[in-house]
């Protein structure tokens, strides 16, 4: 592995879990959402039930991406209500397997520094 891609794996590490300190430029965050149509689900999170559920406050607690198509990513997929129990087990599975290629990289590392 080069050493840029160590130090990039390094901060991701460092990083993983802890909460943003940058700003939030809802404009840019909202724009995939507004732009990309409903799709498969007719069920969308309405501007009165983001304004009463303090949704943007939510958002930032929760917001872990590296990147800001990442973040509308998400921002689109919490305001698209398309949860079903299979969709749920799809996403659920991705995240399992994105963890053991984390945890992977890690005895990777101790290996490489033995």
């Known amino acids: 592995m080069s050493r840029r891609n160590k130090k990039r794996i390094a901060l991701l590490k460092a990083e993983w879990g802890k909460p943003k300190k940058e700003t939030f430029n809802y404009n840019l965050i909202e724009e995939y959402f507004s732009l990309k149509p409903s799709g498969a689900s007719p069920y969308q999170l309405k501007d009165r039930a983001v304004e009463d559920l303090d949704f943007f406050n939510f958002f930032e607690f929760i917001d872990r991406t590296n990147s800001a198509i990442g973040q509308q ?4 997929k919490l305001r698209q209500l398309n949860n079903t ?3 749920l087990q799809r996403l659920e599975e991705r995240v399992q397997h994105y963890n053991c290629l984390l945890y992977t990289s890690d005895a990777a590392d101790e290996e490489d520094s033995v």
Do not use: I
Not at 73 to 76: A, G, K, P, V
């Open 73 to 76: 990513y998400l921002f689109y």
């Open 85 to 87: 129990p299979a969709n």
